[in-house]
């Protein structure tokens, strides 16, 4: 591995691959009149570095995304101000792209009448460029995409002015949110020494390997207060359950807490889940309940941390239905949370078999691989995975208003 790329990856955590590098990098010396092999090693910190970084990110986002994130943030911030009348609700988004998320969360506390005195945002995001466009808060049509667009369109209406092609937002959103450049290994000095209620941290994690998930997840904790959430990616939730997180609530896959420690009384660790599986009584004989109310049942299970129930709905619904990928993407996510890494593999794979743009099991493919030093095969798969988002980002730019 090259210096600036071994650099690169201890400063933000990012897997590179020395094509991608080497890529930015021409592209550096080009606009600044450099031959090519002209010595480059631009240091952290520096114009030079930002400018390199805002090459190797593409922080693309869109306002809402994933809706039921935004509105389960709202709840966690009502209760918080129930159960602590007058005192700040603290939440961090990072990355935050352009803005779009903590806007998102501005839109949100603004409509439920929580004014910034009541709850602030501090968002970062590594692109120094990125942040340049928060702060403006000037955005095109992309930005207002989703499976809602009535509603998008309201809110456009609501919280937006239109400028030439450009949308404007409006000023009393911007007081909710402090922008900041850094990134989860490089915090402003003003995020370190804060504690959040809330942390959003979403689909960040696929873009790392294994040492730096772990490095993260490590930041994550020591960033949120032993009572708060953290919001993060769906494929994200198994590699930060495995250094600290549990889930926070059913139904909720991707709101994750600190995991509360075992009582002394108790076994050091569970047992696998498999086995315990296998050594289960046989239930009574009883009128198989349709594929989607077992695959509910499978995810409520899981979302509740019932892991075991999880599995026997799942293994219901695949006798019935051998061919639902959505189940094999489930027991696979059930071994990973079980350790069984190889159980994990092949159930991810045969999900992919069957839907091989299925972006959650491609993701947990790639940090299961990378976990296990195979960085090839974990490169292949985020790739993959990336082009399956890139597709997913066009569609949904076609129902746009």
């Not at 910190?45 to 593409?58: I, M, R, S, W």
């Not at 027991?331 to 999900?351: I, M, P, S, V």
């Amino acid at each position: 591995m090259s210096p600036l790329r071994t650099l690169l990856q201890r400063q933000t955590g990012l897997m590179l691959t020395e094509a991608d590098l080497a890529r930015a990098v021409y592209e550096r010396l080009q606009a600044r009149g450099l031959a090519a092999g002209t010595t480059y090693a631009p240091l952290p910190g520096t114009p030079e570095f930002d400018a390199l970084l805002d090459l190797l990110v593409v922080p693309e986002s869109w306002l809402l995304r994933d809706p039921a994130v935004f509105a389960h943030a709202l709840q966690a911030v009502q209760r918080r101000l129930l159960e602590r009348p007058g005192v700040q609700v603290r939440v961090l988004s990072l990355p935050c792209a352009g803005g779009e998320e903590p806007y998102s969360l501005a839109m949100q506390l603004a409509d439920a009448g929580i004014g910034p005195a009541q709850c602030r945002i501090d968002a970062i995001d590594i692109s120094r460029a990125a942040i340049d466009r928060a702060r403006q808060g000037r955005y095109t049509n992309n930005a207002f995409r989703g499976p809602d667009p009535d509603r998008i369109a309201a809110l456009r209406a609501r919280w937006f002015a239109r400028d030439g092609a450009w949308y404007a937002i409006a000023p009393a959103l911007r007081e909710y949110v402090c922008f900041s450049q850094g990134n989860l290994f490089a915090l402003p000095d003003h995020v370190v020494a804060r504690r959040y209620d809330l942390v959003f941290c979403r689909n960040l994690l696929i873009y790392f390997d294994a040492d730096a998930c772990a490095r993260a997840a490590g930041r994550l904790l020591t960033l949120l207060v032993d009572d708060g959430q953290l919001l993060s990616g769906y494929a994200e939730a198994p590699a930060l359950c495995a250094h600290g997180f549990a889930p926070a609530a059913p139904r909720t896959p991707f709101a994750l807490a600190k995991a509360v420690p075992l009582p002394a009384r108790r076994a050091p660790s569970a047992p696998r889940l498999f086995p315990t599986v296998a050594r289960r009584p046989a239930p009574a004989p009883a009128p198989a309940p349709h594929a989607t109310a077992l695959l509910d049942q499978a995810r409520r299970a899981a979302d509740a941390g019932r892991l075991v129930d999880a599995r026997i709905a799942c293994d219901a619904l695949l006798r019935t239905d051998p061919a639902c990928a959505e189940a094999h993407y489930l027991c696979g996510l059930l071994a990973e949370c079980a350790r069984d890494d190889a159980a994990a593999r092949r159930d991810w794979q045969r999900c992919l078999y069957l839907d091989p743009d299925h972006y959650e099991a491609l993701c947990g493919l790639a940090l299961l691989h990378e976990r296990h030093g195979d960085t090839a095969l974990a490169a292949g798969m985020r790739r993959r995975a990336a082009r399956v988002f890139a597709r997913r980002a066009t569609v949904n730019g076609s129902m746009r208003t």
